[in-house]
Structure formats: structure tokens, C-alpha cells
């Protein structure tokens, strides 16, 4: 079984940056894509991102303010989200997945497995 874990998140004061990381451990990962997800209590999750496990292909949503940034660190074979310019609206719970899609990455529903997530808090 594949698992994924994301690490890095904390608190942090607005315009502020922090970076997480998404690990992957088990067998051979045979996600082509790793998705990066946050969620607030009572919404949906919300995609801000992913990159080819392998292929330097990225997947921004149609939003992206430019914040966000998805890059992979192959010492630590990482796919990492570099958040810059923090404000209090992006204090989530913040969650990495993998998927086969490469064309449906956007969807939380096309992915097989998920981290446990990790908090990030963003004060005023």
C-alpha cells in the first residue's frame, strides 16, 4: 500500500511563508500525479496544485494567484508546495494526494490515496 504523508505546516503570521512537503512511502508509487488539496470545516477540498511524479508537468487551477508554487525534490523525493505571501483565508488543514489522471487532477474524487495532513494557521 501506498502512503503519502505531508509535513511542514505550523503557524505563521500573514505574509509569511512556509513549504510543505509530501513524501511518499510503501510499495512502488505508481501515481502519475501528486495533487495538493486544502479544506476548511464544512467545505470541499480545494486544489491548488500538482506535478508528475516523474514528468515536470504542473497543474495550476484556473485561480492560481501565484502564491502557490508545486515543485519536486528529487534528494528527498518530495513533491513540495512552496507558500508564499500568507493570509489568514489560507489557514486549512492541507492535504497531498496521487492519481493516475492527468486530466481530471483538479478533482479530490480521482485520487486513490491521501495524507494525513498537516495544519497550517495563519494569524492576522
Known amino acids: 500500500q501506498e502512503q503519502l504523508a505531508e509535513s511542514g505546516g505550523g503557524l505563521v503570521q500573514a505574509g509569511g511563508s512556509l513549504r510543505l512537503s509530501c513524501a511518499a512511502s510503501?510499495?512502488?508509487?505508481?501515481?502519475?500525479?501528486v495533487g495538493w488539496f486544502r479544506q476548511v470545516p464544512g467545505k470541499e477540498r480545494e486544489f491548488l496544485g500538482a506535478?508528475?511524479?516523474?514528468?515536470?508537468?504542473?497543474y495550476y487551477p484556473d485561480s492560481r494567484k501565484g502564491r502557490f508554487t508545486i515543485s519536486r525534490d528529487n534528494a528527498k523525493n518530495t513533491v513540495d508546495l512552496q507558500m508564499d505571501d500568507l493570509k489568514p483565508e489560507d489557514t486549512a488543514l492541507y492535504y497531498c494526494?496521487?492519481?493516475?489522471?492527468?486530466?481530471?487532477?483538479?478533482?479530490?474524487?480521482?485520487?486513490?490515496?491521501w495524507g494525513q495532513g498537516t495544519q497550517v494557521t495563519v494569524s492576522s
Open positions: 506535478m508528475g511524479w516523474v514528468s515536470d508537468i504542473t
Open positions: 494526494g496521487a492519481t493516475t489522471s492527468s486530466t481530471y487532477v483538479y478533482n479530490s474524487a480521482n485520487y486513490y490515496t
Open positions: 510503501g510499495r512502488t508509487f505508481t501515481a502519475a500525479n
